[in-house]
Structure formats: structure tokens, C-alpha cells
């Protein structure tokens, strides 16, 4: 997994006041080797979180990597061990990046069935966006069997609904992340994935999501299609 490092302002005290850190930059973006490229999926409103539609995007991250025991896979592959290349894809939406102002309280308030507060918010200012991730996507890709596995493609739960058919945000984003694994493998023949995910209420709900997706069993833990 990547690391990264937010760089912020040092607070600052007086006698009346702290200024909470602040990101410098206007976008507060989630930036080094790790992540390959940045996209724009698509727009939409998320039920019952943000007030306005936000649009999806994705960071991505692609790397090289060897296996040893084909075996293990969800669906038979031509060789045991072999090279593949394995994908992170987290989707993220844009929020304000805040500043807090606030106020000390030069004799904290005393109250009977609480703690006394040393102070209180006396403003508030907008300083730019960071990416807040909304999910996690992971997938293979096998050369030699010219094969995808999407391996799990998902809205945390604030952002999904049940059941999985009737979520076309869910859908939306298995969408575009298959349209990219597609594009950025253009040799791949066959696209599988798992038959059940503990993200759904049930095998039947989750089986249900795939086929309306325009898969169906392919091998006993999998389902899939042609590309």
C-alpha cells in the first residue's frame, strides 16, 4: 500500500484563539508513485449524504507482480505460475478542506454533568478540496489467459443501497471501472469475478448485481463474460 504525507500549517495560539491546520494548496491531492493516473467517472447524487451531486472520480495504481499457484484462482488458468498485473482503484469525490477558528475561553465554563469546554467555534472558512475515497476496487490481469478478474468493485456503505440491482450508482461504478480494465488491457478476451460478496445482504442479492451487469456462471466460485 502507498503512503502519503499531508503538508499543513502549524497552528498557531494566542490569548484568544487557534487557527485549526489548513492545507496549503487549493485541491488537497493524494500524489506520488503510487498512483498512476487520476479520472473523471461520472456525476451523481448519493442518497441521504451530500446535499449536491458530486461527481466520482478515480485514482489508480498498476503494478507488475508475479504468481506462483494459478491454482488458488477463482477459474482454471493455462498456467501455474505466471506473470499478471494487479490493479487499486479508489474512488474519491472531492470535499471543502475547512478552517476552524476558535475561541478560548479564559476561565472554562463549569457545568454540573459535563466537561467544562476550553472554548468554542467563532468561524469557519473554506481553504480548497482534498479527495475523500468513497469505495475500493482491486482486479487482476493474466496475459496468458488474456483473463480480467475484477475481484471487488464497491460504495462503502454510506454510499450504497440495497439491494445491488436497483443501486445504478453501484452500477456506474463497476461500469467504468470494468470500461477502464478493458481499455488498458485491449488483449483481454474474458472478464470473471467472484460469484459472492459479504458487501451484499445475500448470494442471491449479489448474483442478482452481476447479471444485471451481464454476467453469469463461468466456474463453480465465478462468474463472468467475453469482452
Not at 504525507?5 to 491546520?21: A, F, G, H, L
Request: hydrophobic letters at 35%; proline letters at 7%; aromatic letters at 14%.
Amino acid at each position: 500500500m502507498g503512503s502519503y504525507t499531508e503538508k499543513s500549517k502549524t497552528s498557531t495560539v494566542n490569548s484568544t484563539c487557534v487557527i485549526m491546520p489548513v492545507m496549503q494548496s487549493r485541491i488537497d491531492t493524494i500524489e506520488d508513485e503510487f498512483w498512476t493516473e487520476h479520472l473523471p467517472f461520472f456525476t451523481t447524487q448519493f442518497p441521504a449524504y451530500y446535499r449536491e451531486p458530486k461527481q466520482v472520480h478515480g485514482r489508480i495504481h498498476t503494478s507488475d507482480e508475479r504468481y506462483f499457484d494459478g491454482s488458488h484462482e477463482i477459474l482454471p488458468l493455462t498456467q501455474r505460475r505466471g506473470q499478471r498485473t494487479y490493479v487499486m482503484m479508489h474512488p474519491y469525490v472531492l470535499e471543502p478542506k475547512l478552517t476552524f477558528t476558535v475561541g478560548l475561553y479564559n476561565k472554562p465554563k463549569q457545568y454540573a454533568d459535563q466537561e467544562s469546554p476550553i472554548g468554542e467555534v467563532i468561524g469557519s472558512n473554506h481553504e480548497g478540496l482534498r479527495e475523500a475515497q468513497v469505495g475500493n476496487s482491486q482486479a487482476w490481469y493474466y496475459p496468458a489467459d488474456k483473463t480480467i478478474v475484477l475481484w471487488e468493485c464497491f460504495f462503502d456503505s454510506r454510499f450504497h443501497k440495497h439491494p445491488f440491482p436497483t443501486d445504478t450508482n453501484m452500477q456506474k461504478l463497476w461500469q467504468s471501472f470494468e470500461q477502464w480494465l478493458i481499455k488498458q488491457f485491449p488483449q483481454a478476451s474474458t472478464l470473471a469475478t467472484p460469484f459472492n460478496d459479504p458487501i451484499a445482504e445475500s448470494i442471491d442479492e449479489y448474483q442478482a448485481f452481476l447479471k444485471a451487469l451481464g454476467y453469469s456462471p463461468i466456474a463453480e466460485a465465478a462468474f463472468g463474460k467475453r469482452v
